[in-house]
């Protein structure tokens, strides 16, 4: 509860000021992946103070260091290895939801932080499609104001959530583009908020 409150007052009210649309979004499943856009290092950090039991995947190069390492495990925060497929991490993924509490997982379905306007849609991920599709879970998108300046707003939007179905686990080619799918419709939160 401390962490949740430091966390929210320095980076969504001090470093940036931040905003939410669609939280009743959010609030209305227990169990659920979380998938934003990425562009920023703090795009985690405008989760984590409205999110209860929050599990987040990160880039395993931040494992790198042993007390760094202590601290994110500490905070549910897991490793994926981005240079290949990692099974692991899969597995730790698909072990957060094995027990009865209500859990959710925070997943950037676009692999890492994007810099540049060319790159989305560029290096889309599969792992969050999957993990919804194997254990029936629903996910909700959320865009994220885009490469903001400090102490300037940024505005954080839940879509609605949806699940994906597990019979396109057997095939690639529309697993791929169910991940498409919702990179698209996480930039398109974007869009239905400014019309």
Same mark, same amino acid.
């Given at each position: 509860?401390?962490? $949740?409150?430091?966390?929210? /007052?320095?980076? &969504?009210?001090?470093?940036?000021?931040?905003?939410?649309?669609?939280? *009743?979004?959010?609030?209305?499943?227990?169990?659920?992946?979380? &998938?934003?856009?990425?562009?920023?290092?703090?795009?985690?950090?405008? @989760?984590?103070?409205?999110?209860?039991?929050?599990?987040?995947?990160?880039?395993? %190069?931040? /494992?790198?260091?042993? @007390?760094?390492?202590?601290?994110?495990?500490?905070?549910?925060?897991?490793?994926?290895?981005?240079?290949?497929?990692?099974? #692991?991490?899969?597995?730790?993924?698909?072990?957060?939801?094995?027990?009865?509490?209500?859990?959710?997982?925070? !997943?950037? =379905?676009?692999?890492?932080?994007? #810099?540049?306007?060319?790159?989305?849609?560029? $290096?889309?991920?599969?792992?969050?499609?999957? !993990?919804?599709? #194997?254990?029936?879970?629903?996910?909700?998108?959320?865009?994220?104001?885009?490469? =903001?300046?400090?102490?300037? #707003?940024?505005?954080?939007?839940?879509?609605? +959530?949806? &699940?994906?179905?597990? *019979?396109?686990?057997?095939?690639? *080619?529309?697993?791929?583009?169910? +991940?498409? %799918?919702?990179? %698209?419709? @996480?930039? +398109?939160?974007?869009?239905?908020?400014?019309?």
């Amino acid at each position: 509860m401390i962490m $949740k409150t430091l966390v929210k /007052f320095i980076c &969504c009210k001090f470093l940036y000021k931040v905003n939410y649309i669609g939280l *009743e979004n959010l609030n209305s499943v227990d169990t659920c992946l979380i &998938c934003p856009n990425h562009s920023n290092i703090f795009d985690p950090f405008f @989760i984590y103070p409205v999110t209860n039991n929050l599990y987040i995947m990160a880039k395993a %190069e931040l /494992f790198r260091n042993k @007390i760094l390492a202590k601290l994110l495990y500490h905070y549910n925060v897991f490793p994926v290895d981005r240079t290949k497929r990692d099974p #692991k991490s899969l597995f730790t993924a698909l072990n957060i939801f094995n027990k009865d509490e209500h859990r959710k997982l925070l !997943i950037f =379905p676009e692999g890492g932080i994007l #810099k540049t306007d060319d790159e989305i849609g560029k $290096k889309i991920r599969n792992g969050a499609t999957y !993990i919804s599709g #194997k254990l029936g879970l629903p996910i909700i998108p959320v865009y994220i104001t885009r490469r =903001p300046k400090l102490f300037s #707003k940024v505005t954080v939007i839940f879509g609605k +959530s949806f &699940c994906v179905d597990n *019979e396109i686990l057997e095939d690639k *080619e529309k697993l791929k583009n169910k +991940s498409k %799918e919702l990179v %698209e419709t @996480i930039y +398109s939160l974007n869009y239905e908020k400014k019309v």
